[in-house]
Nanobody
Framework: QVQLVESGGGLVQAGGSLRLSCAHS????????IGWFRQAPGKEREFVAA????????YYADSVKGRFTISRDNAKNMVNLQMNSLKPEDTAVYYC????????????????WGQGTQVTVSS
């Protein structure tokens, strides 16, 4: 069984930074990847970034490219999302999720989800 626990959300002013962490426990699979998604009130869940557990290949949504960085620490079983130059439109609940199908942007292809952490960016 895979468990994911997010931490690091909070309130920040526009232009500021936050670092989210996703603690992973349980087995991994071939082609395993961890993704970050976000969901704002009244909107669909959207892809933010993903990283392959083996090899570290990454993929980003255009809306965060150049501002967010996803990284993993396999020894600590952690995946981090460093968020810089935050904008009010980044406000959402952020979720980490695990997929055995590689770097995917479709949330339906992720089998395991954390409980989410709130990020609020004030203008």
């Amino acid at each position: 069984q895979v468990q994911l626990v997010e931490s690091g959300g909070g309130l920040v002013q526009a232009g500021g930074s936050l670092r989210l962490s996703c603690a992973h426990s349980g087995r991994t699979f071939s082609n395993y990847a961890i993704g970050w998604f976000r969901q704002a009130p009244g909107k669909e869940r959207e892809f933010v970034a993903a990283i392959k557990w083996i090899g570290g290949m990454t993929y980003y949504a255009d809306s965060v490219k150049g501002r967010f960085t996803i990284s993993r620490d396999n020894a600590k079983n952690m995946v981090n999302l460093q968020m810089n130059s935050l904008k009010p439109e980044d406000t959402a609940v952020y979720y980490c999720a695990a997929s055995g199908q590689g770097l995917k942007t479709d949330p339906t292809l992720y089998n395991y989800w954390g409980q989410g952490t709130q990020v609020t960016v004030s203008s």
